[in-house]
């Protein structure tokens, strides 16, 4: 059985660890309600003090997952903020995915959210809150995926939940010991991803990642060759490459039997990788806790940290837009890369 000094001291420790990939968020957390640092003023021209998540929709439209204020939506022109007074149920939006019908789903610090995409081209109500007691308990989310078969899947606290046929349900993994805890316990999925051949994958923060084939489970973890139990990102590349970014082991790449490990005492400067992303050209980018991103262009590690002009020492999102543009983001806001250096944009630009 877990330890419970021993889980309430992990609890307490995410909580406050300031240099971490959940904790540079820098809330003030007592008796499970969270207080906001961060405000929106004229002062402050940061979309956000934290970026956890970008993302662009079918028409081109920006969106940027912050901590503290909701969704941020740039259309081209301007900035709009969407959260609890906008009828959003989420202030920390921790992950972003994008059905078959257009509809964006977010993963929030108060549920899950549906961007209804039909329905706000028509002018009618934009989102669809499943936030009730009812679904999950009040549980946070840490992540979200929609599938290529019409599901819906959703990390929490201490679970999967599963959208299917319009009903969100539990999903049953087989952990090896009971779940107990809040906030943050060895189930707390940070990463849910499918694969090319429909596989799912789930994130653990304690049992490695657990392979899903629609019938039976595959859990892979330390005692595989994977570095570290406790994962925050899967990424699956072109080649069909499993990249496996882990809290304190540095990044795994399995390629279905064996693993490659790149850590702090070989490559890289820090072991604790919260992002990994592919780009078109099959370059891998990944964070490292304090140094900034790595670029991985298969035979050599380039790094981009303050001296290229990136302000984000714990960078917890990089994704590639539509244009070719890198863009990343975490604690100290939103950059976009230009050349070989890094720029600042704020809501003031550049956007061009």
Not at 35 to 60: C, H, L, M, T
Not at 127 to 156: L, T
Not at 265 to 281: A, H, L, P, Q, T
């Amino acid at each position: 059985m877990p330890n419970p000094n021993l889980q309430s001291y992990l609890i307490l420790f995410f909580i406050i660890l300031l240099a971490s990939c959940t904790s540079s968020d820098k809330a003030k957390v007592a008796e499970n309600v969270i207080v906001q640092e961060e405000k929106v003023v004229e002062s402050n021209p940061q979309i956000a003090e934290y970026i956890r998540n970008i993302f662009q929709d079918k028409n081109g439209n920006l969106w940027f997952g912050t901590n503290g204020y909701g969704v941020a939506h740039y259309n081209g022109d301007n900035i709009a903020y969407f959260s609890n007074e906008q009828g959003f149920n989420g202030e920390q939006v921790t992950g972003m995915s994008e059905d078959a019908d257009n509809n964006i789903w977010f993963s929030t610090d108060q549920g899950i959210v549906k961007y209804d995409w039909a329905a706000s081209e028509k002018g009618n109500k934009k989102f669809i809150n499943y936030s009730e007691r009812k679904y999950f308990d009040k549980q946070r989310f840490w992540s979200i995926c929609a599938d290529s078969k019409g599901n819906v899947w959703g990390g929490a606290e201490r679970e999967v939940f599963r959208f299917k046929d319009g009903e969100w349900a539990s999903f049953e993994i087989p952990y090896p010991t009971p779940i107990v805890g809040k906030f943050i316990t060895e189930a707390t999925s940070w990463s849910i991803i499918e694969d090319n051949a429909g596989n799912m994958w789930f994130s653990t923060n304690g049992f490695g990642v657990y392979k899903f084939d629609g019938k039976e489970f595959t859990q892979i973890s330390k005692t595989d060759g994977l570095t570290d139990n406790s994962v925050d990102q899967i990424l699956e590349d072109t080649k069909g490459n499993i990249w496996i970014g882990t809290r304190y082991g540095g990044i795994s790449v399995f390629d279905g039997k064996e693993f490659t490990n790149y850590t702090s005492r070989d490559s890289i400067g820090n072991d604790e990788v919260c992002v990994v992303f592919e780009d078109k050209k099959g370059n891998i980018w990944f964070s490292a806790e304090g140094f900034g991103v790595y670029c991985f262009d298969g035979e050599k590690f380039k790094n981009y940290s303050e001296a290229e002009g990136l302000g984000v020492r714990a960078v917890q999102t990089i994704f590639e837009d539509k244009e070719g543009r890198l863009w990343a983001g975490g604690g100290g806001g939103l950059y976009r890369l230009n050349g070989d250096s890094f720029q600042n944009i704020t809501r003031n630009g550049p956007w061009d």
